[in-house]
């Protein structure tokens, strides 16, 4: 236990929290990834492939936490692991937001044309990642972290008149 306390700057058991749930979270996206790659495999093909598609995903994620660990003003390890959880529950919830909404003005794919209902699925989607990043971020104590990284996102594709920098 020391030595994940070390590697990840953890000071306070509570800040465990963070690595449990990110195991949780590959383990759980990696079983899922198993069941798609394989239609209702027997259960000890789903075992071997979400080990080592568990394998797979955790070597990939320590390596962007290396390159990303430079470009990421946080204080400590620990909280790379918190921003990675905001990201992916993130990404998530705004698919489960924006797809109803869409359905709910009676935007689908039988009445347009499938370009504009791309297009106008993207547009919500990416509207409401915005909005939830930032709220994740705050839930998850990280909201200037978030803020920031919205804030250049903006400025990137253009928005330059709700943002100054």
């Not at 000071?11 to 949780?24: S, V």
């Not at 995903?57 to 470009?71: G, H, I, N, V, Y």
Request: charged residues 15%.
């Amino acid at each position: 236990m020391k030595k994940i306390k070390d590697r990840w700057e953890i000071k306070y058991n509570w800040q465990l929290i963070f690595p449990l749930l990110g195991i949780i979270g590959l383990f759980y996206s990696s079983y899922k990834l198993s069941l798609v790659i394989i239609k209702q495999p027997p259960l000890y093909v789903t075992i071997i492939l979400t080990l080592i598609l568990s394998y797979i995903l955790l070597k990939f994620t320590l390596f962007l936490f290396k390159k990303l660990e430079k470009r990421w003003d946080l204080d400590y390890k620990w909280e790379m692991i918190r921003v990675f959880l905001v990201f992916a529950i993130t990404g998530t919830s705004s698919l489960y937001i924006g797809k109803p909404l869409i359905e709910f003005i009676g935007v689908n794919k039988e009445n347009l044309n499938p370009f504009f209902y791309w297009l106008i699925f993207i547009f919500v989607t990416l509207v409401f990642y915005q909005i939830l990043l930032i709220s994740y971020g705050w839930l998850f104590g990280q909201f200037s972290f978030f803020w920031n990284f919205v804030k250049n996102f903006m400025l990137r594709i253009g928005f330059s008149v709700f943002f100054k920098k």
